[in-house]
């Protein structure tokens, strides 16, 4: 190997240490003592850098890529971003305040990250702006849950919080909707063009504490009615179908 390239290539190959602090950032341990995370794939990454993401690193030689990626098949490009600045903002200074203006999300325990990945994804494509979670719903900067939003991330604020409390300090009368099986069906049921919808944990639903605060609880009935179905719908799945409703009312 002739000189030049072979500087060249020692120039290229990434530090050890550099590797170890990219894999810390599997756990959020290790996202929360750096303030970064990890997006892979050209779309989620320009996505990112498009929607003004502070870009710590790219990283896009092959054998790189390979060192660092999450995935079973790398996609050719790894970014490690900086925390946008709301997620600082509300970890030092305030709790995040719900826009009355708007229609907005909140996760109560949703833990699987795929779940919660394809929710934000959902939630883009609706044009949802905000999705409040309770603390124990999967935390969106896992590089699981940034693959599944394939980009939506970018444009798409998920704030970390108290959730009763924040339902609690709501305008008296505020529209809290919930999915529940003891709710009124969704298709003949008002449905106001602001509002926080609430979607609940895989296996229990809502919590009960969280429950007690809804004031509009909604059904997704199935068809046709008396009809022996499948107990629940996917969490994804029922935001999906209730986002939908909304927008096509509103």
């Given at each position: 190997m002739a000189f030049v390239d072979t500087f060249l290539y020692f120039c290229n190959v990434i530090s050890k240490n550099r590797i170890k602090l990219i894999k810390s950032l599997a756990t959020k341990k290790g996202r929360l003592k750096t303030g970064l995370f990890v997006a892979e794939?050209?779309?989620?990454?320009?996505?990112?850098?498009?929607?003004?993401?502070?870009?710590?690193?790219?990283?896009?030689?092959?054998?790189?890529?390979?060192?660092?990626?999450?995935?079973?098949?790398?996609?050719?490009?790894?970014?490690?971003?900086?925390?946008?600045?709301?997620?600082?903002?509300?970890?030092?200074?305030?709790?995040?305040?719900?826009?009355s203006s708007k229609l907005s999300l909140a996760l109560d325990g949703v833990q699987d990250p795929g779940n919660v990945g394809t929710i934000i994804r959902i939630a883009d494509w609706f044009g949802i702006e905000d999705i409040y979670c309770s603390h124990t719903t999967a935390d969106c900067w896992s590089p699981k849950v940034i693959q599944a939003t394939m980009g939506s991330i970018a444009r798409v604020r998920v704030h970390y919080t108290d959730l009763?409390?924040?339902?609690?300090?709501?305008?008296?009368?505020?529209?809290?909707?919930?999915?529940?099986?003891?709710?009124?069906?969704?298709?003949?049921?008002?449905?106001?063009?602001?509002?926080?919808?609430?979607?609940?944990?895989?296996?229990?639903?809502?919590?009960?504490?969280?429950?007690?605060?809804?004031?509009?609880?909604?059904?997704?009935?199935?068809?046709?009615?008396?009809?022996?179905?499948?107990?629940?719908?996917?969490?994804?799945?029922?935001?999906?179908?209730v986002c939908a409703e909304f927008r096509r009312r509103n």
């Open positions: 794939g050209p779309k989620v990454v320009d996505d990112l850098q498009a929607a003004g993401f502070t870009a710590d690193e790219i990283i896009d030689d092959d054998a790189d890529v390979r060192q660092v990626s999450f995935l079973q098949h790398p996609q050719g490009v790894v970014g490690i971003f900086r925390f946008p600045n709301y997620v600082a903002e509300e970890d030092t200074e305030c709790a995040p305040v719900v826009d009763p409390e924040l339902l609690r300090a709501l305008p008296k009368g505020f529209p809290v909707y919930g999915t529940s099986l003891g709710g009124n069906d969704i298709y003949s049921t008002d449905l106001a063009a602001a509002g926080l919808i609430v979607m609940g944990n895989e296996g229990n639903g809502i919590s009960a504490e969280v429950m007690s605060i809804v004031n509009k609880p909604l059904l997704i009935p199935n068809y046709p009615q008396g009809r022996t179905t499948a107990d629940s719908l996917n969490v994804a799945i029922a935001t999906a179908i």
